[in-house]
């Protein structure tokens, strides 16, 4: 359970927990895309420094970093194999049939390695250094432009607020049936996956019912305070843009052609 | 089955938050087939003190003892389940963990988990159904068709039916109307005096602590203060004052009589026959 990143937001006051969740948002996406512009050894140093500022600046443990880094570690160490083993060219140090260890499968790897990591790592401080409903507010504001397609994007960012507002009453609530059918003899995580998977009824069913309940009595008490989806509605919380923002997206701007120069001068 | 904590200190973990110290060096003996009250205002540890005698808690330091198994940080996944079938545990809100397409199922879960045969937990189904005072149709019908006074006594029946020979309940008639806390109180006390059953109880409420209970476990941040008899408690205001608890209705008001009147009652009154009684035997002096 304690696995689970997202909506998990780390308090604190550093400087990334003051930008403005657009910028943040913005800045997260645009570093997705600037990782693949890594191709070289300067590059990919640039990178891994680039992360290292960010993580540091958010002023949160390093530990908080690897645990969002763990659920995906199978993914990650799959493809570091696939490209080890399969990928051909430069120096080849070991053939065994199908499968060589080259110079390029392993220099491939370690950008791939980087790109995965660093772009977990990074999305991870902004999650982490944002309010779940800063975020909302922060996406509802980006997709906008998608309401001239006729997506319903207010309705879609209320949905959103209201799941990540209840992933603790949840995690709550699924701590307390585990403990009452514990109480009852049951046993989780042990036996045949048949077993395992058999064992986890007792908790969801209680856990869909009761899910199902509060989802009707949020309803009630939404429409008793007046939310009507087809109305436009306006913010309690005031989105703002100012200068620390426009810095930051100039330091990603900067990174972009930091990376261009590199790619162009090697 | 002797219940016994021996400088139990537990730290409790939901998610990513720690409370530490929920519980700190607490030490206690509770005997067999007593009704015991745990009271204390929020956040005093109670809940995690029944959570320690059913190993969901396991102390971080010190042992309990339940009978002759012993819970200590180490203590390995089967002795708990042992430990889970002497004491039954009803939580708050019991009713959330109904899960079966029937009652009779449900009913059965407890049992079948600690290897009852399949004959054996149906008989039991029937013969808990109706201990909780409902009729044995209701065996067939879905949990969730059910009121929640229904529910509730469909869950504590789940419980009965594991065979516990200690009962830990957790504020289990928060939410009821009067008339069901009252029917659930009773069948507890009467379970407890016919049946041997001995009951912890967790509760906010005074009155339902000075009625039904014989002894009383006083904690405050978590430690316990005072466990002993209820009625030497409740003679005591000015540390029921320090440890925020209320007084019983009765008691207050032969607290405001004695005052007044300045005519001492011969006893401690903690329910409104008591009181009567009392009032009668002054009188008639």
Redo the contacts between chains.
Sequence with gaps: ??KLILG?YFPGDSLIHQVDPRAKLIAGIAFIFISFMAKNGQGLILLWLFTFLVMSVTKIGFRAFFRGVRPLIWLILFTLFLQILFTAGGTIYFTWGPFKISEFGLINALFIFSRFVTIIFVTTAVTLTTKPMELTDGLNFLMRPLRFLHVPVDELSVMLSIALRFI?NL???T???M?????????FGEGSLFHQMKAL???F??LF??SLNRGEELANVMDVRGYRSELPRSSFRQLNWGVKETICMLIMVLLIAAFAILDLVS | MQIKLNHVTADYQLGSVRSPRVLQDVSLQIAPGTFTAVVGSTGAGKSSLLKVLNGLLLPKSGWAEIGDIKINSKTSRKSLKAVRKIVGMVFQFPESQLFAETVEQDISFGPLNFGASREAAHDLAIKMIRRVGLDESILQQSPFSLSGGQKRRVAIAGVLAQGPEVLALDEPTAGLDPSGKRELLSLLKQWNKSKRLTVILVTHDMETAARYADDAVVMDRGKVVYHGSVRSLFADSEKLNRWQLDVPEARRFQLKFEAVSGIRLPNVCLTEEELAAALIEVGRV
């Design positions: 359970m304690n998990r603790p995690l709550d609530e701590q307390r049936i403990d009452a059918q514990k109480a009852r003899g049951a046993v009824v007792p908790i069913l209680p019912s009761g």
